[in-house]
């Protein structure tokens, strides 16, 4: 076959939508200036669309203040940004061990400078239990955050309940949206969230390289970095309003424009709901057909219960690389393999020591045709994995020499 069934959107979604990637190159063609730099009409047409995102994706977090809405390179960056600027030595911080390396390297980098830092792990089912949470809050916690929904297992977990905890307690609580926003609702105000740190390249269907927070407005943050903002340029120190507050450098401002787009095409599509409803009816019968087959493992595959469309599994009889490259190479599957970023999760299932598991992520393009394909290229997978433990079991017969 010459085509390729694309099971990788929770790294990247793909294809972007046309509307997206026809916005964006309209403009940068007739107005990828410098953005609020200057006073001509392009530069100020250039902020107008930096500050149509921030409506945009403020509204989309049901937040109150678009200028508290600031822009980074992605997920991995607002989350460094907020716990370097939250953390110091002597503070107390927890998170879970569901999280992606973009929790989980900040935070032992900051437990080698003196920061103590609490990992509660998930049950058996993936889920993070709020109490256990609230167990380990101290009177030096500066900062809980956690993984709204796992890029590994695909659990969405009880944010808002650990959320009112630290509300209650006076701790600071962010989210890592990043398999979440643009899936599954986002409420601050509902869900006790502090701060959402998000990405525009997964289920946002922007461009790599965008992503920032929402910085709800009782929160306040002193910036760890500090440079440009092309406003109010004398002063020594970085501006205390936002979003400059919190913004260094110009801003992606094409990738906005993508992001922007990407919401007008999200509504289009019916919304969130929608998207994740046809998102789910392939990953289930994904899973059901997995499921089926004799061979293959599932780990927390409990797609009824808070879940995205995310799971991962093994065959027996092959290690997951292997999976993935016979998957690729002889059905056109693109799937992921490995430790995917967050190697906590794989020693809470059991997977760290043989290097992970296969991960299906099915996306909006995903089709039901592909869906079968994809099942029917793991059972022929699994057939072989099946043949080398049967010929591994075969005895050995002593020959004469």
């Excluded at 929790?103 to 058996?124: I, W």
């Amino acid at each position: 076959m010459s085509d390729f069934v694309y099971l990788d959107n929770a790294a990247t979604t793909f294809p972007k939508p046309p509307e997206v990637i026809q916005f964006m190159c309209d403009f940068y063609q007739t107005r990828g200036v410098n953005p609020g730099r200057t006073g001509f009409d392009l530069a100020l047409e250039a902020e107008e669309t930096l500050a149509d995102g921030r409506r945009a994706l403020t509204e989309f977090f049901a937040g109150g203040d678009p200028n508290r809405l600031v822009f980074s390179y992605n997920v991995t960056d607002a989350l460094n940004l907020l716990i370097s600027s939250v953390l110091v030595p002597g503070d107390h911080a927890i998170t879970t061990c569901l999280e992606h390396n973009s929790v989980l390297r900040p935070m032992y980098m900051h437990r080698e400078r003196g920061v103590e830092v609490d990992f509660v792990p998930f049950d058996g089912r993936g889920y993070v239990d709020p109490d256990d949470i609230a167990r380990r809050i101290r009177p030096n916690t500066k900062l809980v955050v956690m993984n709204h929904g796992s890029n590994v297992i695909g659990t969405i977990q009880p944010v808002a309940e650990v959320g009112r905890i630290c509300r209650e307690r006076g701790v600071l609580f962010a989210i890592d949206a990043a398999q979440t926003a643009g899936l599954v609702p986002i409420d601050v105000n509902a869900m006790n969230i502090d701060v959402v740190c998000f990405t525009g390249h997964k289920s946002l269907f922007g461009p790599s390289g965008t992503g920032g927070m929402y910085i709800c407005e009782h929160v306040e943050i002193t910036p760890c970095r500090a440079g440009g903002t092309g406003v109010m340029s004398a002063l020594k120190g970085q501006p205390d309003a936002y979003p400059w507050r919190m913004e260094f450098g110009t801003v992606n401002t094409m990738g906005v424009s993508g992001l922007l787009a990407a919401q007008k095409w999200i509504a289009d599509r019916g919304g969130v709901g929608a998207i994740y409803e046809h998102e789910m009816r392939h990953a289930k019968r994904l899973h059901e057909g997995l499921s089926a087959i004799d061979g293959v493992k599932l780990y927390c595959a409990d797609l009824d219960h808070d879940h995205l469309p995310v799971f991962v599994f093994n065959i027996d009889g092959m290690p997951a690389d292997q999976t993935g490259t016979f998957l690729d190479v002889e059905h056109d599957i693109i799937t992921r393999t490995g430790l995917h970023c967050a190697p906590q999760v794989h020693e809470g299932i059991g997977t760290f020591e043989t290097d992970g598991t296969v991960r299906f992520s099915p996306g909006v393009f995903t089709t039901d045709e592909e869906v079968e394909r994809a099942i029917e290229a793991v059972a022929e997978t699994a057939e072989i994995g099946q043949e080398r433990i049967g010929a591994a079991k075969q005895p050995v017969l002593a020959t004469n020499a």
